[in-house]
């Protein structure tokens, strides 16, 4: 007789055979009008993890508990954002592990464990963010530089393909991209030297379609940014997920640090395309336009934060703009079917530009040229913000950011360069006499004012979600969920998860129930309200 445990998992699994629904393209396009499921990283192609879900409100907030909360046995950073497609969940987790679980229960489903080399060169955790889906297939981009089909239903592999060399420091960490037929991914490793690069690959049947390289070659435009053979090794990796405009058929990606980080003398010139938004023709992958934030680099400000796609009115006419709050500690706004830029304003500590002019070049201040004895910059190497995701609400029409208040030491140190070591030309150091801290800010998106902020006691790592429920969700390094009411920040409800939280949330329903979900530690928590 089978035992009750195996008895409970294969009615689980044949309740999933019959209700898995394969997912179309055209459910992904209009994702925002389907709150229920959770499609794609940022929730939909716009980047704005905002959800129209609004059981959960500010009136009721208060009664959020943990509905479950599913362990996934491995330790460090848990950073994915979970797909939930017709009550079922996918989700990524430390070293390339993966679940599927049931929504309403958190009980699982399947499991997938990579087996990876035993040392890969990678510089902040061995991370993986999440999945892409389309059809019955998930997709993962995985730490070793391949990209993995799984079965949506079972986890088996379906195809797996490489990218890169992993032992040369590329790797993968980001969640992809799906557009039409294509998966989209960008690669990690701008700490190693690497040439980066923005791959599409064929869903059906993992052949590479397109590359883009972000750092340009020769007889490329663009290549005469770089001194000599430099751009072999120029770094400009796009380590986190991008967007995509239907209309325009254009996807944005955003673009990380030269190589080495933080001397300049190998590297002569703005050093294209690092630290840039592209607009990338998404069937063919050729650049349309690009913006550059930061040209020559020389304090590892990637720029990979999430570009968000907002359509507003400019002067009373309606515009497509893209927004993008900056590693270097402005927050800029474009228009996003050529790339003009239209205006930046800091939205933290700003020491090293006393502007940003109206080309869009910053204009630079005594301390922003590093030396070997060093000059302290705010924001540090960190940033004023990094991979963790805004949110922008139409309800309150405020784009939130999670903040960063740190200065640090730079000094720029000549290092020679060996393939899959390090490569950075510097040290730096945080001042001991000031300690980083951090605020969750609510910002005019056409002025870039702030409107408020709650202010955290250390330097946050965790996203931000707004709902229609007019809520924004995140979390802080002592450990706390929290709601906030997304018109004043005040705090409306927090849990304590017991591990600092490096995660953006996201929300789903099922059976008639709201969930929101944040990970933390080795665990993913689902909460809704209880009665």
Not at 236 to 263: H, I, K, Q, R
Request: net charge negative; hydrophobic share 40%.
């Amino acid at each position: 007789m089978l035992s009750r445990s195996i008895l409970l998992a294969l009615l689980i699994v044949l309740r999933t055979s019959e209700v898995a629904a394969q997912t179309s393209y055209d459910q992904i396009v209009h994702a925002a009008e389907n709150p229920d499921n959770w499609a794609t990283y940022s929730g939909d192609y716009s980047g704005r993890r905002y959800s129209e879900l609004k059981q959960i409100d500010t009136n009721n907030v208060s009664r959020l508990a943990p509905a479950w909360a599913f362990q996934t046995q491995t330790s460090g950073k848990f950073e994915t954002t979970p797909l939930v497609i017709d009550g079922i969940m996918y989700f990524t987790g430390l070293d390339d592990h993966a679940y599927a679980v049931d929504a309403r229960t958190g009980r699982a489903i399947w499991r997938y464990e990579r087996e990876l080399p035993t040392r890969i060169p990678a510089c902040c955790g061995h991370v993986n963010r999440g999945f892409a889906t389309l059809g019955n297939k998930l997709f993962m981009a995985a730490l070793d530089a391949h990209v993995v089909a799984l079965d949506s239903k079972t986890g088996n592999v379906l195809w797996d393909e490489q990218a890169a060399d992993y032992k040369l420091g590329y790797t993968f960490t980001l969640a992809p991209l799906v557009v039409k037929d294509k998966v989209i991914v960008g690669v990690s490793g701008g700490e190693y030297g690497i040439r980066g690069f923005i791959d599409a690959y064929d869903a059906e049947t993992g052949k590479r379609l397109w590359r883009f390289n972000t750092v340009p070659g020769p007889h490329e435009a663009g290549n005469d940014s770089w001194t000599s053979d430099s751009w072999k090794r120029g770094g400009a990796p796009a380590w986190l997920t991008g967007t995509f405009d239907p209309e325009l058929n254009l996807v944005y990606w955003s673009t990380g640090n030269p190589s080495p980080s933080d001397d300049p003398s190998v590297r002569r010139g703005d050093n294209l395309y690092t630290n840039c938004v592209l607009a990338l023709d998404a069937d063919t992958g050729k650049l349309r336009w690009y913006f550059q934030f930061t040209p020559a680099d020389v304090h590892d400000w990637d720029a990979t934060e999430i570009p968000m796609l907002l359509d507003l009115k400019v002067n009373d006419k309606p515009r497509k703009l893209l927004a993008h709050i900056n590693r270097n500690g402005f927050y800029y706004l474009l228009d996003r079917t050529d790339g003009t830029f239209m205006f930046a304003k800091p939205f933290g500590r700003v020491t090293w530009a006393k502007e940003i002019q109206s080309d869009g070049r910053p204009l630079l201040l005594p301390v922003a040229t590093a030396d070997e004895k060093g000059k302290v910059v705010c924001p540090g190497a960190a940033g004023a913000t990094n991979w963790m995701s805004p949110s922008y609400s139409p309800q309150t029409g405020l784009l939130y950011v999670v903040a960063r208040e740190q200065c640090d030491l730079f000094t720029a140190i000549p290092q020679p360069f060996h393939p899959g070591h390090p490569y950075l030309g510097s040290v730096y150091f945080k001042p001991a006499e000031e300690k980083p801290w951090g605020a969750l800010r609510a910002l005019d998106p056409m002025t870039g004012e702030m409107k408020w902020e709650f202010k955290y006691i250390s330097a946050p790592w965790a996203g931000a979600l707004s709902t229609a429920g007019g809520l924004v969700f995140s979390g802080d390094m002592e450990g706390y969920f929290i709601a906030f009411n997304a018109a004043t920040g005040k705090d409306l409800w927090h849990f304590e998860t017991g591990f600092p939280v490096y995660d953006s949330p996201m929300t789903y329903m099922v059976g008639g129930k709201q969930y929101v979900v944040i990970a933390s530690g080795s665990t993913l928590f689902s909460f809704a309200l209880i009665n």
